[in-house]
C-alpha cells in the first residue's frame, strides 16, 4: 500500500508542475537541476525496494524537472545574447 501512496502523491506533484512547463514562469536552473536529481535518486532507491509505481512516477517527476531546467537554461542562454 506504501507504493500507491507514494507514487499517487508523485503524480499529484506531476500534474502540478505542467503550468510551470507549459507557461512562461520557470523556476530558478540550479532548482530544477538540484529537485531532479534528487527525485531520480530517490527513484532508484525505490525501485531497489521493487517499489515499481513509485518508481515510475518518480522517474516523471524528475524528468519533469529536468525539461524545467532544460527550459531555463534556454531562456537564460536566449537572454545573453
Known amino acids: 500500500w506504501q507504493d500507491i ?3 499517487v502523491g508523485q503524480w499529484v506533484f506531476l500534474f502540478a ?3 510551470s512547463i507549459f507557461g ?3 523556476p530558478a536552473l540550479s532548482t ?6 534528487v527525485l531520480a535518486v530517490l527513484a532508484f532507491t525505490y ?3 521493487s517499489l515499481w509505481v513509485s518508481t515510475i512516477s518518480g522517474i516523471l517527476v524528475s524528468s519533469a ?3 524545467l ?3 531555463k537554461y534556454r531562456i537564460n542562454r536566449r537572454e545573453k545574447k
Open 17 to 19: 508542475l505542467l503550468p
Open 24 to 26: 512562461k514562469d520557470k
Open 32 to 37: 530544477s537541476i538540484l529537485t531532479s536529481t
Open 5 to 7: 501512496i507514494i507514487g
Open 69 to 71: 531546467a532544460v527550459q
Open 47 to 49: 525501485s531497489t525496494l
Open 65 to 67: 524537472w529536468l525539461v
